[in-house]
C-alpha cells in the first residue's frame, strides 16, 4: 500500500481555482481598476470613491497638537450630536451610514474677490492635510481627545480673498431632508448656522477637518468637511459644510437663534461662565471616571486669549 | 368531568371581573383548582383559573415585571456595553423609568374610573418601584456622576432649574415612600391621604424636570404631559361627576 506523505509545498488540487473563476474574477478586478482609474481623475483622495476607511496620504503631524491620549474611533464615532441625523447622540452613527458625500460642492459667496461654487477636491487640493489632536469640549459637559485631520482654515480663506469688507464668515450646513432625515422636523431651525470672527477664522487653530484617525471623516463625524475650533464649544464645529459666505455684520448662529440665553455666538470654553443647565467648571472626559476641571479657553488660552482682550467674556458668551 | 376543590377561604375575585360596583365578589369556591379530566368540558371554567392565578400571583408577577428595567439594563452593563458615556445613559434609563412607573402609578385610579377595573392594590407596589428606580437616578447622581462632590452638587441644584425641580421630585417621594406601610397608614388615618396627594406634585415636577432638561426636540417630554394631563383631567372629571350626582341626590331627598 503506497502512503502518500504531502510535502508542506506541494498544492492539493483543493486549492487550485478552477479555470472560469479565476477568469471571471480577472475580468471584474479589470472592470472595477478601469472604474477607479476614472474616477481618479474627480477624486481628490486620488481613489474611486473618498468614503470613510479610507486612508488618507501625505498627512502631517502638527506642532498644534495636544499630548493627551486620544479618545477610540469607537466613541468618536459612537458618541456625538449631529442633530441632521437624530437628536440622540448615538443616533449619528446609525443615520448617517447611506449619507453619499460625493460629489461634493461648496458655495463661497459674499464680501470675496471671486465668488465662485468648488467642487471639495478643488477646494481642498492646494493644501496639505495636518494632522491636528485637539481636545473638544462640548456645551455638555463632556470632552474627548480627537485626531483630526485637516486643512488650516487661514490658509483656505488666504486663497480665497476676502475683501476689506468681510468682518465674519458665515458657514452653513447641508439642507435636504431626504439625505438627512433629522431635517424632516423642525427641532431647529435648518440650516445650521455657524460663524467666526474673521480674526478667529485666521487664527492656524482653526481647521477644515476632512478626516479622523489618519482616515477620511465617516459621516457621522460631519463628513465630507467640517469646522474645527478647539478653543470653543463643541457645537460652533459646524459640520457637512456646504457654503463659506464672507459678511460684514455678525451672522446669527443656529444655537444662539434657538436659545439665546444659553448659546452665545462666541461660545468659547469658559469654566467661569456657568451655562443655564450644565456647570461649566467641570467636564468628564469620555472613557474616564471622574471629572476634570474644565480650563479656560479649552486648554489653548495661550493661543487664543489674546483676541478676546479687554472683552467681558460673560457678556460675550 | 370536572371536579372543583373548594379552598373554603373567600378571595376577592381578580378585578378584571365586573363592573365597578357591581358586586360580584367572587369567593373560591368559584375560583379554585380545577382538576380536569378530559380536555372538553373546561374551557367554560377557564376564566375563573384564570382569576384565581391572578389573585393569587399578580402581585409577584407585578415585582418581577418592574425588576425588568433594570434587569436589562444590567445584562446590557454586563454584556453589550453602555457605550461612551454609560453614566449619562444609566442617568437617562432610570429616569425614563421612574416618569413610566409614576405614571402607570397615577393611572390605576383613572383607569377605575373609566374601565371599572380597579387595581389598587397593584398601587402601593408601582409606588415603591418607582422610589426604586429614582432612587437609582438619584444614586447615579450622587455617586457616580458627583462622586460625593457635596458643593459641585449643591451648585447642580441651586443654579439649574432641571435639577432643583428634579431635587424637589425625589424628597418629596421619600416620606411618601416611608409612609406605604399599613401601620402609617393607620397611624396617618386622614392625614396620610393628604400626605400622599404630593404624588401630584411630585409628577407636574418630574415631568418638568425631564422638558427643562433637554435642549431643542421636546417630543418626548411632551408626551408625559399630555399623559398627565389626561390622567389629572380623568380625575377632575370624575370629581366634578360626583359632585353633580349628590347634589341631585340631596334635591331629591330634600
Known amino acids: 500500500m503506497l502512503i502518500h506523505v504531502r510535502k508542506t509545498s506541494e498544492v492539493q488540487s483543493s486549492e487550485i481555482t478552477d479555470r472560469r473563476v479565476y477568469e471571471a474574477r480577472r475580468k471584474f478586478l479589470q472592470t472595477a481598476a478601469g472604474a477607479a482609474l476614472g474616477a481618479a481623475g474627480i477624486s481628490w483622495l486620488g481613489m ?41 447622540k448615538e443616533d449619528p452613527a446609525q443615520m448617517a451610514k447611506d449619507f453619499v458625500t460625493t460629489p461634493w460642492s461648496i458655495a ?33 459637559a463632556w470632552s474627548m481627545v480627537i485626531p483630526w485631520v485637516g486643512i488650516p482654515l487661514a490658509d483656505i480663506i488666504k486663497r480665497l480673498q476676502p475683501t476689506s469688507k468681510a468682518k465674519y464668515v458665515e458657514f452653513v450646513t447641508l439642507h435636504d431632508p431626504a439625505r438627512m432625515p433629522g431635517q424632516k422636523r423642525s427641532v431647529l431651525p435648518w440650516p445650521y448656522r455657524e460663524g467666526l470672527r474673521m480674526d478667529e477664522a485666521m487664527h492656524p487653530l482653526a481647521i477644515l477637518a476632512v478626516g479622523l484617525y489618519g482616515e477620511v471623516l465617516p459621516n457621522q463625524n460631519g463628513a465630507p468637511i467640517r469646522l474645527v475650533v478647539p478653543w470653543k464649544y463643541g457645537f460652533k464645529n459646524i459640520k457637512s459644510i456646504v457654503k463659506l459666505r464672507f459678511v460684514e455684520q455678525q451672522p446669527a448662529t443656529t444655537w444662539a437663534v434657538q436659545g439665546p440665553r444659553e448659546y452665545g455666538f462666541y461660545a468659547n470654553v469658559n469654566p467661569e461662565v456657568d451655562h443655564p443647565r450644565w456647570t461649566q467648571s467641570k467636564e468628564r472626559r469620555i472613557g474616564e471616571f471622574l471629572k476634570r476641571k474644565t480650563l479656560k479657553f479649552n486648554g489653548y488660552a495661550e493661543e487664543v486669549a489674546s483676541l478676546y482682550a479687554g472683552m467681558d467674556l460673560a457678556k460675550f458668551y | 368531568m370536572l371536579k372543583t376543590v373548594c379552598l373554603h377561604t ?51 408577577v407585578l415585582f418581577v415585571l418592574c425588576l425588568l428595567p433594570l434587569a436589562w439594563l444590567t445584562y446590557k452593563a454586563l454584556f453589550l456595553g453602555l457605550g461612551a458615556n454609560p453614566i449619562e445613559k444609566i442617568s437617562r434609563y432610570t ?28 398601587r402601593r407596589m408601582l409606588g415603591l ?40 421630585a425625589f424628597v418629596l417621594l421619600i416620606p411618601l415612600a416611608v409612609t406605604s406601610t399599613n401601620a402609617m397608614i393607620k397611624r396617618l388615618g386622614k392625614n396620610w391621604k393628604r400626605l400622599h396627594q404630593a404624588v401630584y406634585a411630585v409628577a407636574v415636577l418630574g415631568v418638568l424636570h425631564y422638558l427643562w432638561l433637554v435642549k431643542a426636540d421636546n417630543r418626548e417630554p411632551l408626551i408625559y404631559i399630555v399623559i398627565l394631563i389626561a390622567l389629572l383631567a380623568v380625575r377632575v372629571w370624575d370629581q366634578a361627576r360626583r359632585k353633580v350626582a349628590l347634589r341631585n341626590t340631596r334635591a331629591v331627598t330634600v
Open chain 1, 108 to 140: 463661497v459667496e459674499g464680501e470675496v474677490a471671486k465668488p465662485a461654487v468648488y467642487q471639495l477636491e478643488d477646494f481642498i487640493k492646494p493644501h496639505a492635510l495636518e494632522e491636528r489632536i485637539y481636545r473638544l469640549r462640548c456645551v455638555e
Open chain 2, 10 to 60: 373567600p378571595i376577592p375575585a381578580f378585578p378584571l371581573a365586573g363592573g365597578r360596583g357591581s358586586g360580584h365578589r367572587t369567593t373560591a369556591c368559584h375560583a379554585t383548582f380545577q382538576f380536569c379530566e378530559g380536555t372538553t368540558h373546561y374551557s367554560s371554567e377557564m376564566n375563573m383559573v384564570i382569576k384565581f392565578n391572578a389573585a393569587r400571583y399578580g402581585k409577584p
Open chain 2, 95 to 122: 429616569g425614563d423609568w421612574t416618569l413610566r412607573l409614576l405614571l402607570i402609578t397615577l393611572a390605576v385610579t383613572p383607569l377605575r374610573i373609566v374601565s371599572g377595573w380597579s387595581g389598587v392594590k397593584y
Open chain 1, 48 to 88: 474611486s470613491d473618498a468614503h470613510a476607511g479610507t486612508k488618507l496620504n501625505n498627512v502631517v503631524k502638527s506642532r498644534y497638537s495636544t499630548n493627551d491620549p486620544p479618545n477610540t474611533l469607537q466613541d468618536i464615532t459612537s458618541y456625538n450630536n449631529f442633530y441632521e441625523f437624530g437628536v440622540d
Open chain 2, 129 to 168: 418601584f418607582t422610589f426604586f428606580y429614582v432612587c437609582l437616578h438619584f444614586c447615579n447622581w450622587l455617586v457616580i456622576d458627583q462622586f460625593f462632590d457635596v458643593d459641585s452638587m449643591l451648585k447642580d441644584v441651586i443654579k439649574h432649574p432641571y435639577v432643583t425641580v428634579g431635587f424637589a
